[in-house]
């Protein structure tokens, strides 16, 4: 790479200038690069993008539709994130079929249920559901196979990866990233197989990775684990602060049941101690980690749950069998399944006692192994230990199902991550902003029916705060939020010109990321990146000029509702 001519060209894009009272910004224009090869070693294109998660995927194809060309990394050999790599069938809210999600995301959903309706033998009845659910699971109004995101994304993204503006690389992992003048100059990731290493140069650079990885390496300034309210002032704060107290992660698996059967194998590693693990938090946790009760979200009360694998309903309780169920057998025709198929992620295998934020990568893996014990665990002991009803202990038909997870060993590829890096954001998102209660002391009866309204939204979201157990004892922190916006000064760092963030690593607090964090959010926050990649390359300008100046703010949400991205709720 010749490093003297690109520092040469990143010193002309450099910071702001002032010339007769007049804020001079410095330029961001990407000449619609086209993806170009030199050595092997070496690639180039208009945008890096580093995490192929649902972020990543909205940012790839909203600066693919305005013309921009784009490199996509991803660590795992599958693109999707929390929907496929990580099988998290989407959490959503209630008004998810009409609106309060990019269009681009309900094209998305709306390409599930035909993928469904076209390649599987559904039911008539399945088949003329406008809604189809594939499982039928509570969780959500369309539970699927992680496969099958997979491979709508691939035909979302299809189209210009043919065309040559995209270009995705799977298995490679961030490694370095050189900078000057607070910016990033090129990215060099490695395959996580070959040892392979490439350097990507681009002139904007995206970190959608699950954890914030990119932020270290580029030296951008960010927050972990949870603030005091004397940092944010708000409600649910906790009274000291505590930068590795981080929410809990989930090695989610998917299982199916065999009546008959006997599908028992030995127990795993660290069953004895894991049937036995009782979390030690405040308030404490109502028993043993693996047991049908736990802690209830909103009240810390203990709280009876079911589990019966045919799908019984448990007289009100809830049958964690049909909670994540993403393969309802009987939405299709007689013989294609011999019984449903489940996604696991529940409270018992909530992985407490680790954290995965700025640790090593040796402490990384190892506590991964750790949560993949527990959720071997968890497996083990419903096959053997789970009451039923009948007053019999153990299900010894569950089988794992690692081809629906693409894994040997039956769990998902990647960790479900609630938690990572934060930026330090021109704007942070307070519980004061979302949060209900926190909303009415600020706002007072009368406006504190609402979230507040940010001048510079650029996208909306709905999900009440849910903080699941963290790594440094807190039990459950879920309450009340209202329908808000996404604020375009929660995108930008404060210092890094040409870096922006497109998963759960924008500018909230601990508390917040609990109503950010979730599917169709993460996606809305990749799709307005994608076009304010766009936008500021067309128009000439760095990114938070498109925010600090108010006519070239209108016009960029102008583009955003030509593409399908509402900024406010309706009503």
């Not at 189209?159 to 961030?174: A, H, Q, V």
Request: with cysteine; aromatic share 8%.
């Amino acid at each position: 790479m010749n490093r003297r001519k690109f520092l040469t060209y990143s010193a002309l894009l450099g910071g702001a200038t002032v010339a007769g009272g007049e804020i001079a910004y410095p330029a961001i224009n990407t000449k619609n690069t086209p993806l170009v090869q030199g050595k092997a070693s070496e690639l180039k294109a208009d945008v890096i993008i580093i995490g192929g998660g649902m972020g990543g995927c909205a940012a790839a194809l909203a600066c693919c539709r305005n013309g921009l060309s784009v490199i996509l990394t991803e660590e795992t050999d599958w693109i999707g994130g929390q929907l496929s790599q990580q099988g998290v069938p989407p959490d959503e809210h209630q008004w998810i079929e009409t609106h309060g999600a990019p269009q681009s995301y309900r094209e998305f959903r709306n390409r599930v249920r035909e993928y469904y309706r076209r390649n599987y033998p559904l039911t008539d009845n399945a088949s003329a559901r406008e809604n189809l659910n594939p499982g039928d699971g509570s969780v959500s109004r369309l539970c699927h196979e992680p496969k099958v995101a997979l491979a709508v994304l691939k035909d979302m993204l299809a189209p210009y990866e043919s065309s040559g503006k995209l270009r995705i690389m799977t298995n490679c992992k961030i490694r370095q990233a050189n900078n000057a003048n607070d910016r990033v100059l090129d990215v060099e990731v490695e395959h996580v197989h070959s040892g392979e290493r490439t350097a990507l140069t681009g002139c904007t650079f995206v970190d959608a990775t699950e954890c914030g990885d990119m932020l270290p390496l580029t030296g951008t300034e960010y927050i972990t684990g949870a603030e005091s309210k004397h940092d944010t002032g708000e409600l649910h704060a906790a009274e000291q602060a505590n930068p590795e107290n981080n929410q809990a992660f989930t090695v989610c698996f998917a299982m199916d049941y065999q009546p008959g059967k006997d599908n028992r194998q030995n127990p795993p590693e660290g069953y004895d101690f894991w049937k036995n693990y009782t979390p030690e938090m405040t308030p404490p946790w109502p028993g043993r980690l693996l047991d049908l009760t736990y802690s209830n979200p909103s009240t810390l009360e203990p709280r009876k749950l079911a589990f019966h694998p045919e799908g019984l309903s448990s007289d009100g309780v809830l049958n964690l069998w049909n909670y994540r169920r993403i393969i309802n057998q009987k939405n299709f025709l007689g013989g294609t399944y011999d019984g449903d198929i489940t996604i696991v992620n529940w409270p018992q295998n909530d992985f407490i006692p680790g954290n995965l934020i700025d640790v090593s990568e040796e402490e990384f893996k190892r506590t991964v192994d750790k949560a993949k014990q527990l959720s071997h665990s968890l497996f083990y002991w419903l096959q053997t230990e789970a009451p039923r009803p009948d007053g019999g202990t153990g299900w010894h038909g569950l089988r794992l199902r690692g081809d629906i997870m693409g894994t040997d060993d039956g769990m998902a590829k990647y960790p479900y991550i609630r938690e990572a890096r934060r930026i330090k954001a021109v704007f942070t998102v307070l519980e004061e902003h979302v949060g209900a209660e926190n909303r009415i002391m600020v706002a007072g009866k009368k406006e504190g029916n609402k979230s507040a309204e940010f001048f510079d939204s650029v996208g909306i979201g709905y999900y009440h705060i849910d903080l699941h157990p963290s790594s440094r004892g807190d039990n459950y922190i879920d309450f009340p939020s209202l329908p808000f916006q996404i604020p375009l000064g929660a995108l930008l760092p404060q210092r890094m010109n040409n870096l922006l963030p497109a998963n759960k690593n924008i500018g909230t607090t601990h508390i917040t990321n609990g109503c950010y964090r979730l599917h169709p959010v993460e996606w809305s926050i990749g799709e307005a990146v994608g076009q304010l990649i766009a936008f500021a390359s067309k128009s000439d300008v760095p990114f938070r000029a498109v925010r600090e100046q108010r006519e070239l703010l209108s016009t960029f949400q102008q583009m955003l509702h030509k593409q399908g991205v509402e900024t406010s709720w309706p009503g």
